[in-house]
């Protein structure tokens, strides 16, 4: 993986601890790596074990093997970092009579409640110490809509409304939360859908990728992982101390049309 950015070799982040979940695989593992050789210490949080052990052997931090969407066992957790990092979440594509609840609910619990539940439990800490980052890595589906994933655009969208809320009460205490919206990036979670998507709008899997994927971008290609990374290396640093409460899109122009 390259990267040349001044931000790796400043280290400005050392000193400063991190916690990134969903950080086993794709932009969390992105974001978790890059916080990582900015001179983080990184907590790798997690469901699977295997994935959240390997990248925090990979980027020297912590593994927390952990069920995010079990948010009562989560709530009143005493949990200290500097920067929090919502990225944890899974996608289910359904029309809307057809969607079953048990899906619509793990969901919300996953994307919208746990990313409460950590905010409330980090924001002592943050306050205590005068400084915080809190991260929502939220999607275009946090600012428009598509059909069949009534359940993800609606947590998305609620988790725009929890970022500005806490931006609102914790700027005053040196804290600072935002959003990264992204449009599709080429991580395990997009490549899942393919086959869904193939047999919601009709067509072949070999399609979807322009006629799905890249049809609201103005780019002819899908972002990366490391694109979103570094949107929250910006955020999480120095650069990032007068921004809040915005919503940074990573979308190849889809949010302007």
């Not at 990979?58 to 948010?71: F, H, N, P, Q, R």
């Not at 899942?192 to 103005?218: K, N, P, R, T, Y």
């Not at 929250?232 to 940074?248: D, M, P, R, V, Y």
């Amino acid at each position: 993986m390259e990267h040349d950015s001044q931000l790796d070799f400043e280290k400005e982040l050392s000193g400063r601890r991190a916690l990134v979940t969903g950080g086993g695989s794709g932009l969390g593992r992105a974001i978790a790596a890059r916080f990582a050789r900015m001179g983080a210490e990184v907590t790798v949080a997690d469901v699977s074990a295997e994935a959240a052990e390997s990248v925090a052997e990979e980027i020297g931090g912590k593994a927390w093997v952990v069920d995010l969407s079990d948010t009562q066992a989560l709530d009143g957790q005493p949990i200290d970092t500097d920067i929090l990092v919502n990225n944890a979440g899974i996608q289910r594509i359904h029309p809307i009579e057809e969607f079953p609840l048990a899906e619509w609910q793990l969901i919300q619990k996953l994307m919208l409640e746990s990313p409460f539940v950590l905010t409330k439990a980090v924001l002592p800490g943050m306050y205590e110490r005068g400084w915080g980052r809190i991260i929502n890595i939220s999607s275009v589906h946090g600012l428009r809509a598509s059909a069949f994933k009534s359940a993800y655009v609606a947590a998305k969208h609620g988790l725009m409304g929890l970022t500005k809320a806490t931006a609102l009460e914790a700027g005053k205490h040196g804290v600072t939360c935002n959003a990264i919206n992204p449009g599709y990036v080429m991580t395990p979670l997009v490549e899942q859908q393919i086959a869904d998507q193939a047999a919601s709008h009709g067509i072949s899997e070999d399609a979807v990728l322009d006629e799905v994927f890249l049809a609201h971008s103005a780019l002819p290609h899908l972002a990366q992982p490391e694109d979103v990374a570094a949107i929250a290396a910006l955020l999480a640093g120095e650069g990032g101390k007068a921004i809040t409460g915005a919503a940074h899109s990573v979308d190849g122009g889809w949010a302007a049309a």
